[in-house]
């Protein structure tokens, strides 16, 4: 994004004045933001029209006084493409294009969508085939429907591929406080990584959700979660497209790539991007860091009015790692002085209700409880219906514990059990006094585990550096490309530092020279791009103690390979000393996915290698510790820490070993197609790679 669309940008997000192109739709769109409070000038542009729906009409974009900073087009396709050229030659800050029938149709689409781009130049252009841009810091809704939302003070920013998934968000009877909310369409200029990066400049933003069809600019948006890590602005991401099925409407809705989940999982583990798995956690989570206001860590003081409730807390703490340090003895005997004597003095805390409604006797209950090194406090209340006349007494604790959590200078929270027993009035007192209203204990415990976890993953991640990587994005390559034997391969590999066999390269005749000269055992294999799969071809013998042994050895591979590839000749051999049997043996590969990553697989390796499916993905490039980290999150790392009393490996040499393919892969990114080391055979005492496979396009 270039410095002259940046700053149109945040003309966009902060406009002094707005402009609607179209017809009676555009006009209802300005009359909302009118009565949404918007203070700044505004026009509506019709060439048919001296007024529509009361609104006067201004007949063309040249006649406009000024460049608009912000400008909605609800026009067809062809139109929308002159449009946006009259407003960048006024000198318009952005637009929202609201058509669609671009990239996400095809051929055609995509040649129209470059000519919409090419005709934004410097104007920051939001679209095609998008809802628009609703902006509650400034009453500015450039939308083409009605939305739920109103002005706020601060909050989160939403940006999503589907505008009826940001329609519904505005609608939601969950009190969400949204910043902004962008629907990005086509990403055809302005994606998720570019918004992200300018909104992440914003103050008043406190997190930054993502609904994700696929991202366009991993790069980008690696720099821009990177940043938001450093800040300290948590992102949450609901990442849809995983099937199969999935994938393929993302193509056909937007025009995104899917891309492998895995990779997307890699990618967001890398950037402390906090993913959730549905709508509900994706507000709740987004609700638990609205205020800005994050926890430390995982500990919780709990607080209920029922044993029932306590129970929940409880089975959902421990759920979501979430911690709940007992009491002392002062808080109890505290605590003994005001609750009755059937009241259980531990946390979670169930104060009863015999002190229900009871000002002074709640205050000592709080100010007892929340003298306390926990991180965070929580409080299970559930609001009766407005027609019992009961709902005094739950506002008056309310207010009470927004009162104490500020004495204390505590991070809190309120859950209800059932979702839709927190009423809005409730939320939103909570909210303007900083403190989350989560809705259902079982998502409201799972949304905080995820934001009170959010400070110490972050600062892990930042000391361990990867994240401030730009990860590789590989363009594609035709062909199949040059498949290299497993001689290549490895001296390939070997002059970055990876080690192996001590070994030669000769022909099936001389062999046994080849072999007195490097001495016994060996192992003997068949040399031949043809022959990437050497075992099930018969072309490795293994433990080869002495010339006869290596000879028959010879005439059996030479005719198990005329049977089982009859075209491929037997001209060369390898011979490498026998190596010592390992404490493990992993794979470790990269994958290339096309316009996403490169990705190093680490996992387990040998024959088990699929049985198994015991893996790590690391976007590459990485560095040292993250690889130590993916090593020792396997499921079998503790055959690499001294299982049952054997050795433990030597993880300094694994390391390096692992590094050498990472780094041979960086430096070769532009044709690498496929690599694997399998096995990679991991001792007390060092590291050795037996095969390799490498095979490159034409870049």
Request: hydrophobic share 45%; aromatic share 4%; glycine share 10%.
């Amino acid at each position: 994004m270039s410095q002259h669309i940046r700053d149109n940008l945040k003309r966009l997000l902060a406009p002094r004045h707005l402009a609607f192109v179209g017809g009676r739709s555009m006009a209802r769109a300005l009359k909302r933001c009118a009565e949404g409070g918007y203070q700044g000038q505004m026009w509506l542009v019709n060439p048919q029209h001296d007024s529509l729906e009361g609104v006067p009409c201004v007949r063309s974009v040249a006649e406009l006084p000024c460049g608009p900073d912000a400008v909605f087009i609800a026009t067809n396709r062809e139109l929308t493409l002159t449009c946006v050229a009259e407003l960048a030659a006024k000198g318009a800050g952005g637009a929202i294009c609201y058509a669609s029938g671009f990239a996400e149709t095809g051929a055609q689409g995509q040649a129209l969508q470059d000519q919409l781009l090419k005709a934004a130049g410097d104007m920051a252009l939001l679209g095609p085939n998008c809802y628009g841009l609703l902006d509650y810091l400034h009453s500015s809704a450039l939308w083409p429907v009605a939305h739920g939302g109103k002005t706020v003070e601060k909050g989160v920013a939403v940006l999503t591929q589907s505008g009826n998934f940001a329609y519904n968000l505005s609608m939601s009877d969950r009190s969400l406080p949204v910043a902004y909310m962008a629907s990005v369409g086509n990403q055809a200029q302005l994606g998720i990584a570019e918004l992200m990066d300018v909104l992440l400049d914003e103050p008043r933003v406190t997190a930054i959700g993502l609904h994700l069809e696929g991202l366009k600019n991993v790069p980008g948006f690696a720099r821009a979660a990177h940043k938001a890590l450093e800040k300290g602005i948590p992102i949450i991401a609901l990442k849809t497209g995983v099937s199969q099925i999935g994938a393929e409407l993302a193509l056909s809705h937007t025009s995104s790539l899917a891309g492998s989940d895995a990779l997307y999982d890699s990618l967001f583990d890398r950037l402390g991007v906090i993913r959730v798995s549905g709508p509900v956690s994706f507000v709740e989570t987004l609700k638990a860091a609205a205020c800005g206001n994050l926890p430390a860590g995982k500990s919780l003081i709990a607080l209920a009015c029922s044993g029932g409730d306590a129970g929940l807390i409880a089975d959902y703490a421990e759920r979501n790692e979430l911690s709940l340090p007992t009491l002392d003895e002062s808080q109890r005997a505290e605590l003994d002085q005001v609750l009755p004597s059937y009241a259980n003095l531990v946390n979670p805390l169930d104060f009863t209700t015999a002190i229900w409604g009871d000002r002074e006797a709640l205050d000592k209950m709080l100010d007892s409880a929340l003298r306390t090194e926990a991180d965070a406090a929580v409080l299970v209340l559930d609001y009766p219906s407005e027609a019992t006349g009961e709902r005094k007494e739950c506002d008056l604790l309310l207010e009470l514990y927004c009162a104490a959590l500020a004495r204390h200078g505590k991070t809190g929270f309120v859950t209800s059990a059932f979702p839709e027993l927190l009423p809005a009035s409730a939320r939103e007192r909570l909210h303007a006094r900083g403190v989350a209203a989560l809705q259902g204990v079982e998502d409201g415990l799972a949304a905080w585990g995820r934001i009170a976890g959010y400070q110490q993953n972050r600062q892990a991640l930042l000391a361990l550096g990867e994240s401030a990587l730009v990860p590789i994005c590989p363009q594609a390559l035709e062909g199949e490309g040059q498949l290299l034997d497993e001689w290549q391969s490895k001296q390939a590999l070997r002059a970055f530092g990876l080690p192996t066999p001590q070994g030669l390269l000769s022909t099936p005749s001389d062999a046994l020279t080849a072999a007195n000269s490097l001495g016994y055992p060996l192992v003997l294999k068949a040399v031949s791009a043809q022959l990437p799969h050497k075992t099930e071809a018969g072309a490795v013998a293994l433990n080869l103690r002495d010339a006869q042994a290596l000879s028959d050895a010879l005439e059996q591979m030479r005719a198990r390979i005329a049977d089982y590839a009859p075209g491929v000749p037997f001209d060369h051999v390898l011979l490498e000393r026998m190596a010592t049997p390992p404490l493990a043996e992993l794979i470790v590969g990269i994958k290339r996915e096309t316009h996403f990553g490169l990705a190093l697989v680490i996992g387990a390796g040998g024959i088990l290698v699929e049985l198994l499916q015991d893996s790590r993905s690391l976007l590459l490039p990485t560095n040292d510790g993250a690889i130590r980290a993916a090593l020792l999150s396997l499921r079998s790392a503790p055959l690499l820490q001294g299982f049952r009393g054997r050795e433990a490996a030597d993880l300094d040499a694994l390391v390096a070993a692992i590094r050498a393919v990472a780094d041979y892969a960086c430096e070769n990114a532009g044709q690498l197609l496929e690599l694997d080391v399998n096995p990679l055979l991991v001792g007390a005492d060092g590291t050795t790679a037996v095969d390799a496979l490498i095979r490159l396009g034409q870049a």
